[in-house]
């Protein structure tokens, strides 16, 4: 590790002295982006960037960010080129005062229209790291406190490149209800950078790239976005956090499925299921509050409440994949896979001739990972007869054209990636994938994970009431 970045002393956050906002002078809302609103979203689909730290709010964010007790405990190097710094709010007090200040909270309230709070404490500041290098300790030598200013020549590929396939993470929606991108980096030779979001009707709109200490918001669960590498710039270090709605009633569409390959999870767990139970004791007691001043039940509004509850605990549950199933999993098909498991992998597996009749041979009443989602299987399947709208963590949930709807189709609705790829591999439609190493497949063809000499299936059948909400 870098000398540089061993011993930090950060000074307690100040928003006086951190933050520097300014309006942003532009936003996009869901009509702009020809998006239909839905009950759980807001007016504001994203903003242009705006400016939200000072030169010392950057300086202290880094300073924060490479600390030596941060780095030792958060930094990763999932991708190529990138170093990936999560939970590092746990290790950085500065960190989490920043995020969960009520200026900070206001600001970015004010810029998207409505209230919103982080959505927990280990989604403030997911940080990624552009580099260089490609070992891991050299990476980490590429890192310093002060932005690295200077300019990169660009290779004859660079030059050419094609902003919408540049990009480490492929098309996709979040896994939470919002997104403010803060760039910590020095951004006047980088090229590249920005965000491309698809509009209602297949047209792509370009959010330019924040500047050093500025930021800009997306509702990333209701917009389908792609962020595009950067060239040109010695560094690029931007942050994410994440936010939802803070107000009783409105549904939270939140999931996990992007970041549990790169989460400890045992802390992940702890978290969401924290905030999920807090967002559930806030419901509540505004149904008691209103039954005390009503003195009478609606028994319609009652059972709304009810539903809704269930489904959010069960939703809830179903998020924290066991471990052992995660890892397993992840261990097979890789991390790279594992993003890769949602509407585009299965957009690749569906384009192969052979697809349709090999999914007439697939019984997922066969396959017990997938036993706990065949009635929810037949729930969606007549909500979407009924002309329901119904949103999943890829986005509006349609029927397919020329095929029933099926138990791929409601694992991608419900960010089940595990089981996806395990389903996948089990009735062997994951061969049918566009990608050219083919022989992984050949060993799920038994329909089995391994780990220990125990076998999956008896993993999930033990489960038990869990696992069947």
């Known amino acids: 590790m870098a000398a540089h970045v061993e011993d930090l002393s950060v000074a307690p956050f100040d928003p006086k002295i951190h933050l520097n906002y300014t309006p942003p002078k532009k936003v996009f809302t869901l009509e702009d982006l020809k998006l239909k609103p839905l009950p759980s979203s807001s007016n504001i689909a ?84 552009q580099t260089k290098s490609t070992n891991f300790q050299d990476m980490m030598k590429e890192i310093s406190i002060e932005p690295l200013v200077g300019k990169v020549e660009l290779t004859e590929e660079e030059k050419n490149f094609n902003p919408l396939a540049a990009s480490t993470i492929p098309w996709h929606f979040d896994s939470y209800p919002y997104a403010c991108i803060v760039m910590l980096s020095n951004t006047e030779n980088m090229i590249g950078g920005e965000t491309y979001i698809k509009t209602g009707d297949g047209e792509i709109q370009k959010v330019e790239g924040p500047t050093m200490g500025c930021a800009y918001i997306i509702q990333g669960w209701m917009l389908e976005h792609i962020a595009s590498r950067a060239f ?17 009633g409105v549904y939270d569409v939140s999931y996990m499925s992007n970041t549990r390959g790169v989460t400890n999870l045992k802390d992940m767990y702890y978290e969401w299921a924290e905030y999920r139970l807090e967002v559930m004791r806030t419901n509540i007691e505004k149904m008691q509050v209103k039954l005390k001043g009503d003195g009478v039940v609606d028994p319609k509004e009652f059972g709304n409440l009810a539903k809704e509850h269930a489904d959010y605990m069960t939703r809830t549950a179903r998020q924290m994949v066991p471990y052992e199933y995660n890892k397993a999993v992840i261990d097979k098909f890789g991390l790279i896979e594992y993003g890769r498991a949602s509407d585009k992998l299965w957009e690749e597996i569906q384009s192969h001739p052979e ?7 697939v019984d997922s009443l066969q396959f017990p990972p997938a036993l706990p989602y065949v009635g929810d299987l037949a729930e969606t399947i007549a909500a979407l007869d009924r002309g329901e709208t119904i949103m999943g963590q890829c986005g509006l949930v349609q029927k397919p054209k020329n095929r029933p709807y099926c138990m791929g189709d409601e694992l991608i609705r419900q960010g089940q990636k595990e089981v996806l790829l395990d389903w996948l591999g089990w009735s062997g439609l994951y061969e049918l994938r566009a990608l050219p190493q083919k022989e992984k497949a050949a060993n799920w063809s038994s329909g089995r994970i391994l780990l220990g000499g125990l076998s999956w299936h008896r993993i999930w059948s033990s489960l038990g009431l869990l696992l069947r909400l």
């Open 46 to 129: 994203a903003t242009t960037p705006f400016p939200l730290l000072s030169e010392e709010g950057v300086l202290a964010y880094r300073r924060a960010l490479f600390a030596k007790e941060v780095l030792d405990n958060c930094a990763t190097n999932p991708y190529t080129n990138t170093i990936v710094l999560r939970n590092a709010a746990k290790y950085s007090k500065w960190l989490h005062d920043m995020w969960s200040h009520p200026e900070t909270v206001r600001i970015v309230s004010e810029a998207m229209g409505t209230p919103l709070v982080p959505i927990f404490k280990l989604e403030e500041g997911f940080v990624s790291v």
């Open 232 to 248: 040109g710039a010695k560094e690029r270090i931007a942050s994410v956090t994440s936010f939802r709605q803070n107000k009783p």
């Open 355 to 361: 697809f349709q009749q090999r999914l007439l041979r």
